[in-house]
């Protein structure tokens, strides 16, 4: 290389942009500043919100087709158990349609037969809110009054409840004329709820985060591939198969039927580090198992807690017999050691595990 060429190498310096400091921008710069701020975070209340709306007149609609078919027809739960299935295999990551919400949606068309009182008041109530009024209220105006002015006031659920036990609407009267059918300021709790509802998130198909999910999704499946290829007895029953436990839905990740231990298999993932607080949500779902699915003669369910950070992936075993499997048992069932070392290769590492 010659010295013109070093000089050139050499004059090749690389810049990043520097951000001007604010004592060189002009006077007004900070109400500019703080305008543009402003239009952002009140643009994407308004889309939040928008979509809240979009949910609820949805549900609202669904709820009417299966109210005008059921009038029609006269057919009964059933249809509605197996359109709650046949949604959920067309779409597997939304959630807001179970059997359950189906029939609130069903309840919510019924109780606001028209479409125009939907787009009011109680379409810019989160859909929590809307099952406290069904729930709780029998009586459509009364519903409206509570309606608007949990809209008005930005009240939590927990506030709407209380305000319905303590029969707001007899002390105050039920006039109506000074309710703000307006969307509160961004700090209230009415708004804070409608932009976390996990309903909004399912109807989205982004719960938690859609790539987070896609991800957790695969290796889910690397789990139900490894366990199936043992060849110690497995047996696939379902992913996130809905358990109806005294009216509240629950959704494990993966349940199997082991034909040589005679019991059913709860596998749960968690995307944290282990916590002992999910061996008791386990725990509850093996429990729903050995009540909903297993026969006389099945043994207790076993469950398997899977938990998978950015670095690790911790696998526990539980059953019905704390901190130990029966030994008829551990000897048919991969152990700790083979389940974290199969996980690894998942994308992930077995450093610095958090036990």
Known sequence: MNSQDETSNSDEVVRFASTPPPASLPSWYPTL?????????????????????????????????????????????KVIDRLSADLRDRSPDIEGFSPRNLKYMRSFAETWFSEAIVQQPVAQLPWGHNLILLDKLDDESTRLWYARMAL??????????????????????????????????????IVQAATKDPYVFDFLEITESHNERALEGQFLQHVERFLLELGRGFAFVGRRLRLDVAGDEYFPDLIFYNFILRRFVVVELKVTK?????????????????????????????????????NSVVAEWASEIKDSLPEEVSCILPSIDELEAELAGADVTTDDRAR
């Open 33 to 77: 500043l703080d305008s543009i701020s402003e239009r952002v975070s009140q643009g994407q209340l308004r889309a939040r919100l928008a979509v809240n709306q979009e949910l609820i007149t949805t549900y609202w609609n669904v709820g009417h087709d299966i109210l005008a078919r059921q009038s029609e027809q006269g057919w009964g739960a």
């Open 152 to 189: 008005s006031e930005g009240w939590s659920r927990n506030h709407l409840v209380r305000q319905i036990e303590t029969r707001l609407h007899e002390r105050s009267g039920q006039a109506t004329s000074n309710f703000s059918t307006t969307v509160p300021a961004s700090a209230s709790a």
């Open 274 to 310: 282990f916590d002992p607080g999910h061996l008791g949500q386990l725990g509850m779902y093996m429990s729903a198992v050995d009540d909903l699915l297993s026969q006389p003669e099945d043994e207790p369910t076993v469950g398997l807690l899977l938990c998978k950070t950015k």
